[in-house]
């Protein structure tokens, strides 16, 4: 009787480390991306350019990632202003179909995108903390596609620490506004604010203006 209670408990903790190896295994090496979108102003003209990018990275993406791409407006903490996301199948076929429904919302998007009053960035960011969490990736990227200029609605406070433990923020196509080319200090001071609230709240910080070069884009 005690030789078949040391069986059957061996039983339940091979089950049980073979369990947590495998959960171990399926959230380590999965990715996950979240790309903020900037629709406000005349900025909604380079939403183009992210389209080409967003297609690069679907074709980059493996089965068990996570992709989702959500559009900043006047207040973007909200799942209601995600666009398009996906987790990719494990089979291929599945997989590519997919990705060619993600590709044709995002032309969808594009086509028909309204400019947008303000650009709440913060709380755009927050919800992509919050959107990779729950998605147990190993591996979390938040992209923002914007010229990093945060223009709030009245009433809304967005003056909040950020945890950032294990994420890469890349800030991309961050275009100079015309107060820039008066005083460049101001696009300097606007990327520095950014990368210092990003990195204190122990994320990693990039910016990369060259989207001709989609291959800088490390996920």
Request: glycine letters at 6%; one cysteine or more; charged letters at 25%.
């Amino acid at each position: 009787m005690k030789t078949f209670a040391l069986i059957l408990l061996s039983c339940v903790l091979f089950v049980s480390c073979s369990s947590s190896e495998q959960e171990v295994a399926e959230t380590s090496y999965a990715k996950g991306v979240y790309l903020l979108l900037d629709t406000s102003g005349t900025y909604t003209q380079e939403l183009t350019k992210a389209q080409q990018l967003i297609n690069y990275m679907l074709a980059m993406l493996e089965p068990g990632d996570t992709f989702a791409v959500a559009r900043i407006d006047s207040g973007s903490f909200s799942e209601k202003d995600i666009v398009a996301k996906v987790v990719l199948d494990g089979r291929p076929s599945i997989a590519n179909k997919q990705k060619r429904e993600f590709a044709t919302t995002i032309a969808d998007f594009v086509k028909n995108v309204k400019s947008s009053d303000y650009t709440d960035i913060s709380g755009g960011l927050l919800q992509g903390i919050e959107y990779l969490n729950e998605a147990k990736v190993g591996n979390k990227t938040i992209m923002i596609y914007s010229d990093l200029k945060e223009e709030l609605p009245k009433g809304y406070v967005r003056d909040f620490d950020i945890t950032l433990d294990g994420f890469k923020v890349q800030a991309l196509n961050v275009t100079k506004l015309r107060a820039d080319n008066e005083n460049p200090q101001v696009y300097l001071d606007r990327v520095e604010h950014w990368a210092l609230k990003v990195t204190e709240g122990g994320g990693s910080w990039t910016v990369i203006n060259d989207l001709d070069k989609p291959e800088a884009i490390a996920l």
